[in-house]
């Protein structure tokens, strides 16, 4: 590869970029990172009946959110400007006059009723739904049934008119994917689109590949849904005399349903969990789609799972950082089958990386919901509750939910516990570690096991049977991370006072 490697993540700012959208534009992005390239963000905004207030900024802080961020965009602008379609108008319509010129575009002045008409009349007939190709072209009103003077009439007239690709009969376009190998197609499975409409406005294909040629992109890489629009696209590019530069193509699998078949969709959302990057407000509505964001899960975390949807190393790795990503990656490891969604894999990966963070780091989290509760943050003790909870949590906010029982004394006690162990026996071993536990300043986990175990051998009972009483007394739960830790953790004075606490509170409930 000679030229400098240009790929470009160009969304529509119809709404909410769905995972799948940000998965295309994380592998632009690496393989930009791949090649020492650029990873250009262009905002393709020609349609402004699906335009939607709020989106680009939305498309803008997901990627600066997972860390994508592009080396030329509307914000950042670059050498290739403006960045947005619609900003680029003028352009536009002198190619589709040269496509017209060169023969391989013609003005159409069909209204909507005639359009209309032309479909019913040819799919009573056939059965076949109408399109305009080279036969039913030849019995509407456009430039190619005209003469040169009435088209010239009528566009003079301001007559509303747009222009089509006189898509050529009984040939074979055939183009190289870089995903999915040779593909051909012949041109009467092709309609002749509209490249630019009525309001002077490109159509999608027109606007997609004037871009792509003026920005000198190499390689476009984008989702399996754009695969049928290309021969279109590989006859623009040689229709306008572009071929030799024409970019490469690299048409990525589509993102399967967690359950069921099918592709992952905006609607998936609604399954309680997150399919869009950030949390969207629905507008004109109350309800809101939940993001990955919001939802707990760390940017690095999300996009490690995001980069194996679809990619694979080819080695028994997972953990990958964007940084390890932008050189393991290739688009020969992209599968051609469809990804599965899969959002346990997802916690997986946030788990492994909360794991590797500092306990500092673990801590800070806890500050936000300590202020919340009116507890007052302290270091030392926040540090060492993180250090416990670490392997238990796969979102930041479970060190406060699984480990609130640090900083709060339990209300209430895990009912089958207590049923099967607030025992005589274990209740009079609680007390006794109570009256041992208050004669200590500070407690390490050794010396709390060590007390434990002398008043065990005092009152006669093993460890096994009085070690689930003695947690739900001290934490409230059936199970959790180890209990001396726990007593090391909450200190002599405070333990005393959650035994003596819940040896009062349980009473009626002591067997014998
Ligand atoms: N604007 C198109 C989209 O929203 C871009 C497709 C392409 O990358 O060519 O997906």
Redesign the pocket.
Known sequence: MNKPVRV?????P?GPLHIG?LR?ALYNFLFARKHKGSFVLRI?DTDSNRYVQGAEEYIVNALEWCGLIPDESPGKGGDFGPYRQSERKAQYAGFARELVEKGHAYYAFDTPEELEGARKRLQDNKGKHFQYNPFTRLQMKNSLTMSKEETIALIAAQTPFVVRLKVPENETVELHDLIRGNVSVKTEEIDDKILMKSDGMPT?HMA?VVDDHLMQITH?I??E??LPSTPLHVMIYRYLGWEDTMPEFAHLPLLLKQEGKGKLSKRDGKHGYPVFPLEWDIPESEEKLIGFRESGYLPDAFINFLALLGWNPGTEQEIFSLEELSHAFSIDRIGKGGAKFDINKAKWFNQQYLKIKSTHELAGYLNASLSGEGIEFLTDKAVKVADVMRDRITFPEDIWQKGQFFFKQPTEYDEKVIRKKWTRENVNVLSDYADALIALETVSEEKAKGTLDVVLELNKVTIGKVMQALRVALTGEGEGPDIMRIISILGPNECTNRLRTAIEILDDHVKD
């Not at 470009?8 to 529509?12: E, H, L, N, V």
Request: net charge neutral; glycine share 12%; aromatic share 18%.
């Open positions: 470009r993540f160009a969304p529509s119809t959208g295309t393709e999608y997609n476009v984008r989702g849904e754009w």
